[in-house]
């Protein structure tokens, strides 16, 4: 899928999202579903990335899957730069600090995910790289 495509695609999940409340049909469809704001690493720019998270006992954790690609996606690398978001959950909106997961945390989480979304162990043997997990930690 090109840039253009998947924005617009981008697009129409969020305006979605925020018409229906939190949720939102098509790939999503039955799926948690978080907006999360972040800030271009390079750019500067307001972007937001609507991610299937797992939610687990209160916390929000989000994977830079990209789809299995070899690569991580620009929202992760924001993230790493700008860790101050907002994300939208339901109907509420709130800020919180991203917080990259490593080793037996990450792969305790991500096996979480993969129970809940079979479709993430399909991406992490899709690629070579470890997929990433951030927590969403809301702020107090």
């Known amino acids: 899928m090109d840039k253009a495509a998947f924005?617009?695609?981008?697009?129409?999940?969020?305006a979605e999202f925020r018409t229906k409340g939190g949720t939102a049909g098509g790939v999503?469809?039955?799926?948690?579903?978080v907006l999360v704001h972040h800030v271009g690493a390079k750019s500067g720019t307001e972007r937001i990335a609507?991610?299937?998270p797992?939610?687990?006992?209160g916390r929000i954790f989000v994977f830079a899957s990209k789809g299995g690609a070899d690569n991580h996606p620009d929202w992760y690398h924001n993230l790493m730069t700008h860790p101050e978001v907002t994300v939208e959950q339901g109907t509420e909106t709130f800020r919180a600090t991203a917080r990259a997961l490593e080793g037996d945390e990450r792969?305790?989480?991500?096996?979480k995910?993969?129970?809940a979304e079979p479709q993430f162990g399909d991406y992490q043997r899709k690629t070579t790289r470890v997929i990433p997990v951030v927590e969403l930690v809301r702020a107090s």
Request: charged share 30%; proline share 7%; aromatic share 6%.
């Open 107 to 111: 792969d305790e989480v991500y096996a």
């Open 113 to 115: 995910q993969v129970a």
């Open 7 to 14: 924005d617009e695609m981008n697009r129409t999940v969020i």
């Open 50 to 52: 609507p991610l299937v």
């Open 28 to 33: 999503f469809e039955g799926k948690p579903l």
């Open 54 to 57: 797992l939610l687990d006992d």
